[in-house]
Nanobody, 112 residues
Framework: QVQLVESGGGLVQPGGSLRLSCAAS????????VAWYRRAPGKERELVAD???????HYSRSVEGRFTISRDLAKNTVYLQMGGLKPEDTALYFC??????WGQGTQVTVSS
């Protein structure tokens, strides 16, 4: 059974940082592209970043230069390091593999 479990969200002030984790079980992340998405209230789901099976990374324009996606194959975990956070980054963040498997999400709130 495939499970993706996100953690690391929380409340942070503008300009702050957070690191999100997506721990996978029942599937080997090195075989697949793992992506982070987010959904803000009243907005459509947005692809934030992804890490391909061959080690390439991609970012949305809204987060490029501020967020970094990485993976730890030994822990079968993908991370999203977020810096320079803005109120508009407030959203529920999900990880996904091929849009077939989804985690439950972790809430990120950026507010003073």
């Amino acid at each position: 059974q495939v499970q993706l479990v996100e953690s690391g969200g929380g409340l942070v002030q503008p300009g702050g940082s957070l690191r999100l984790s997506c721990a996978a079980s029942g599937i080997f992340i090195y075989l697949y592209t793992v992506a982070w998405y987010r959904r803000a209230p009243g907005k459509e789901r947005e692809l934030v970043a992804d890490f391909t099976s061959d080690g390439r990374t991609h970012y949305s324009r809204s987060v490029e230069g501020r967020f970094t996606i990485s993976r730890d194959l030994a822990k079968n975990t993908v991370y999203l390091q977020m810096g320079g956070l803005k109120p508009e980054d407030t959203a529920l963040y999900f990880c996904s593999i091929r849009q077939d498997y989804w985690g439950q999400g972790t809430q990120v709130t950026v507010s003073s």
